[in-house]
């Protein structure tokens, strides 16, 4: 109870931004082909993205805002992001919002960073030392923070954030994690952290918090969801509320879509628009989607087809990917099969002879697949030498679980395998994909 009798001295609530991760020198990736009327937007989601978090810090009249790591490498950004940085500043000066800064060691690039003309409201925290920094309204001081930038022989560490035994939230303002996953924390109120592509809590108590508010924009498929900066609300007794805001430009997503035996190309499509609807439903920002198809039925169907499934991702970046916003399949995907069933292999066929090699070689005794003898003799990269070798058996399960979908699809000819193939070969015969 002494920390809350602490905080209760001060009286005072306040509310602080943080966010982290704004890689202002990155673009979006993970993309095969960009569309020519999403291209400019693609290019400037990141920009976009931390616009909307300087229009939330102004919304929500926070009294400063803190940047935990990696807001931009200043020697391969260009002129053109720096100059954004410091309009975004001058904006929050305007407003009488502090910037406070623990620099990860891409913002210290060749410590350019401290040599930028940056406004007075903007602190960045050095990398030698933890700073203490009262921070006050007007002549009223309402919280304690501390802070340290990266430094290439000191790693961080939470014992250096030691909590002072005086009135008032404290802060800790790290560009990373450190040591915090295993370290005791010194009982400070806030550990502000960065080094994080999405937010999460280490710890989380009415009066404790350790966040990280991940990126404001997720940069490849693999971010999919919301991606958020955190406001963080301080009342007179202490307690600690977060709220993630929305900021990314563009959002990435996956989505499943459950299949049986007897779908056909037409009750895919009805499938596919069904879903699409319920996706835009309340959706401000474009959506870049990868489509999984799954089922216990998947490979009886036309969409096992690598032509069917081009015609459908056609369909829907024509139909829904010139919308506002926009619905932009990336690709459509069927999910490779956890095991090769007897049924399958079963087949008097060059794809049932296939099957069962597959099927063979994914038994646990098997040695790594090596793929490199049947290439000719180039000069690839290492790592693609190292995948084509396959000593990780990971990477080995999901190379023949590919390999049976690609089966399925190149080798069948016009029926499908297993129970289902006279019904595949009516649906074939008789369905087809109508505009």
């Given at each position: 109870m002494a920390e809350r009798r602490e905080v209760l001295m001060t009286g005072q609530s306040f509310r602080f931004l943080h966010t982290s991760g704004f890689r202002l020198e990155s673009t979006l990736t993970g993309l095969a082909e960009v569309p020519d009327h999403l291209r400019d937007l693609l290019v400037n989601a990141p920009f976009q993205a931390v616009e909307h978090v300087t229009e939330a810090a102004i919304r929500e009249d926070v009294d400063f805002v803190l940047l935990t790591g990696d807001i931009v490498d200043p020697t391969c950004s260009g002129p053109a992001a720096l100059a954004f940085l410091q309009r975004l500043c001058e904006q929050l000066k305007t407003r009488k919002i502090a910037v406070y800064w623990a620099a990860s060691r891409?913002?210290?690039?060749?410590?350019?960073?401290?040599?930028?003309?940056?406004?007075?409201?903007?602190?960045?925290?050095?990398?030698?030392?933890?700073?203490?920094?009262?921070?006050?309204?007007?002549?009223?001081?309402?919280?304690?923070?501390?802070?340290?930038?990266?430094h290439e022989k000191r790693p961080l560490r939470a014992a250096e954030f030691v909590r002072e035994n005086q009135e008032g939230f404290q802060i800790a303002v790290l560009y990373g994690r450190g040591d915090l996953d295993t370290a005791p924390r010194a009982g400070l109120h806030y550990w502000a952290l960065g080094d994080s592509a999405t937010a999460s809590d280490l710890a989380s108590t009415k009066t404790h918090v350790v966040h990280s508010p991940g990126r404001p924009q997720g940069f490849d498929p693999g971010a999919v969801g919301p991606h958020t900066c955190s406001l963080v609300g301080v009342d007179g007794e202490g307690e600690i509320r977060v709220r993630r805001i929305e900021t990314d430009a563009v959002r990435w997503h996956e989505e499943r879509l459950l299949v049986d035996g007897s779908s056909s190309l037409r009750d895919a499509r009805q499938s596919f628009r069904s879903h699409v609807e319920r996706l835009l439903v309340g959706q401000r920002q474009p959506l870049l989607v990868k489509w999984l198809v799954t089922g216990s039925g998947r490979f009886d169907t036309p969409l096992v087809r690598a032509k069917e499934r081009e015609e459908i991702l056609d369909w829907l970046r024509n139909d829904y990917g010139h919308r506002t916003p926009a619905l932009w399949s990336l690709q459509l995907n069927v999910e490779p099969p956890e095991a090769i069933t007897d049924d399958w292999c079963d087949d008097d066929s060059i794809l049932g002879d296939y099957l069962r090699t597959i099927r063979g070689q994914m038994q646990p005794d098997q040695p790594p697949l090596d793929l490199s003898g049947y290439l000719p003799q180039l000069a690839l990269p290492q790592e693609v030498l190292h995948d084509l070798v396959g000593n990780d058996p990971q990477v080995s399960a999901a190379t023949l679980r590919e390999s049976a979908v690609w089966g399925f699809d190149l080798l069948r000819g016009d029926e499908a395998p297993g129970r289902n193939k006279a019904q595949y070969s009516s649906h074939a015969d008789v369905e087809g994909v109508t505009t």
């Open positions: 891409l913002d210290l690039a060749n410590d350019f960073l401290r040599q930028l003309q940056l406004p007075d409201n903007v602190r960045i925290f050095p990398s030698d030392h933890v700073e203490r920094v009262t921070h006050f309204r007007g002549q009223s001081p309402i919280c304690t923070l501390f802070g340290r930038s990266w």
